[in-house]
């Protein structure tokens, strides 16, 4: 029904912005990336989504295209309302998702609020083929060879038994764009990791 707004950020919340536009003030939940770019008394475009259920309506603000359909693929997945995928949204980027996903690494999500294991791995097994289908448009070989894909899986493994947060090992493993084994793939991730 609305596809973005356009006009002057009159308020910004701890989980919510109020856009004026046309003399209306929109109140749009956000997750906390997209209220770091909002700024009272600015021009801004914020992209939207109007979410009906049970007789409410809400409405969504996105700082990016891609962070509102990783919106769209969460609140997909069975018992992910849109409350869960903002707070999904808040701590891990669009690309942080599909990398946990990439790797099955449901400790990837363990920094988000009100997000269980059992939850996690709902995530993981429901968006693993849309996510592994947008890989593929974007990368020149679409089909990851189901071996690369447990020497990744395995790699996350090592990493968080090292120590490391799920989500660092996600993101470094998924980085890496061609190892030779387990082994390889670690070092480069761990190189990867120092760098930042």
Do not use: W
Request: overall charge negative; glycine content about 8%.
């Amino acid at each position: 029904m609305y596809a973005y707004i356009r006009g002057i950020v009159d308020e910004v919340a701890v989980d919510r912005a109020v856009v004026e536009a046309g003399g209306v003030g929109y109140e749009l939940f956000c997750s906390s990336m997209t209220l770091k770019m909002l700024h009272v008394g600015e021009s801004a475009k914020v992209l939207t989504y109007l979410h009906l259920a049970d007789g409410v309506q809400a409405l969504y603000g996105f700082a990016s295209a891609e962070e509102r359909e990783m919106f769209r693929k969460l609140i997909g997945v069975t018992r992910i309302g849109p409350k869960l995928a903002v707070s999904v949204l808040s701590v891990m980027t669009p690309s942080d998702v599909r990398a946990a996903v990439v790797t099955d690494n449901p400790s990837a999500f363990d920094r988000v609020t009100g997000m269980g294991k059992k939850t996690a791995q709902r995530v993981i097994l429901e968006l693993a083929g849309s996510v592994r289908d947008e890989i593929g448009t974007h990368r020149a070989s679409a089909d990851a060879a189901p071996l690369e894909q447990d020497i990744r899986t395995e790699a996350v493994a090592a990493l968080t038994s090292l120590g490391y947060d799920g989500h660092s090992a996600s993101r470094a493993v998924a980085a890496v764009a061609d190892a030779s084994s387990v082994e390889d793939l670690i070092t480069k991730a761990l190189r990867s990791m120092a760098k930042g």
